[in-house]
Every structure is written in C-alpha cells, then in structure tokens.
C-alpha cells in the first residue's frame, strides 16, 4: 500500500508541473490523476501524429519521444515533460507527430474522461483558462520583438 502511495505523489508531482494545471489544488490533482492511465509504447511507435485529431493529453514518466514538424525533428522530451495540452481542451488537430525514441510509459488522459473532473472540480476550468490566456499573452510578445 505505500508503494502506490508513493507513486500516486509521484504522479500528481507530475501532474502539477503541466502548466494548465499549475494552479490546482492537491483534490483537483488527484482528480485528474484517477482519470488517466499509464500507456506503454514500443521504440518507434508513433504515438501522435501531425493533423490528426487529438484525444488528450500524454505525460512522459519514463523514456524519450521526438517532437516531428513537417517531418523534421524539433525537440526531445523525457521524463516529466508533456504532449498533448491543447488536444485536452479542445480535440483539434494534433499540431506535430510525437513518436517514442526509446520503450515509453506515459500517463494519458482522454478529453472524455477528463470532462467528468471538470464537472467534479468546477473552480479548474478557471485556474486553466487563466494559464492558458498567461501562455497566449507570452506569445504575443515574443512574436512580436
């Protein structure tokens, strides 16, 4: 039982370090964290793909992907890091492929389920539009040095 007490710690760490849900209290983080699942992926596997219609949200708890843009490699994301934030909220387009360098376990959460907590926690959606205005604001500025 200490086991999944520890890892449930871990996960909402996780969790919390996803800037749109930076905000939340440690119940709204347990919240999302009983929403997901952890998914394993092959080396090579693509786990999203450019223009295709996004389902939610992945963070990267163990392993490497790459960020793909027009079929060139952008970035690398490990442990700790996130894909997926803006397919949570509104099930667009996915705006680069992700695909695993290496094995990956993420932990992922469908728009679907992740509608039920907002129901459940109604002050995140506040919390979460707020961050999401602070990440346009900062790229408006930065477009426009």
């Known amino acids: 039982m200490a086991r999944k007490t ?4 871990q996960l909402v760490t996780f969790i919390k370090a996803v800037p749109i ?3 939340c209290t440690q119940k709204e983080l347990k919240g999302v964290a009983t929403s997901g699942k952890a998914v394993s992926f092959e080396a090579g596997r693509v786990i999203c793909k450019e223009g295709e219609t996004g389902v939610g949200l992945h963070i990267i708890l163990e392993g490497e992907v790459k960020v793909l ?3 060139r490699t952008r970035r690398r994301l490990g442990p700790g890091a996130f894909f997926g934030e803006i397919a949570l909220l509104d099930g667009g387009p996915r705006s680069a492929s992700v695909v695993a360098e290496t094995p ?3 932990f992922a959460i469908t728009s679907w ?11 995140m959606p506040v919390k979460m ?3 999401v205005c602070k ?6 500025r930065s477009l426009s040095n």
């Open 6 to 9: 520890q890892t449930d710690s």
């Open 21 to 23: 849900f930076s905000s």
């Open 69 to 71: 843009v027009g079929g």
């Open 104 to 106: 990956v376990r993420t």
């Open 113 to 123: 389920n992740f509608r039920s907590v907002l129901k459940e926690h109604p002050s």
């Open 129 to 131: 539009l707020e961050e």
């Open 135 to 140: 990440r346009l604001r900062e790229n408006e």
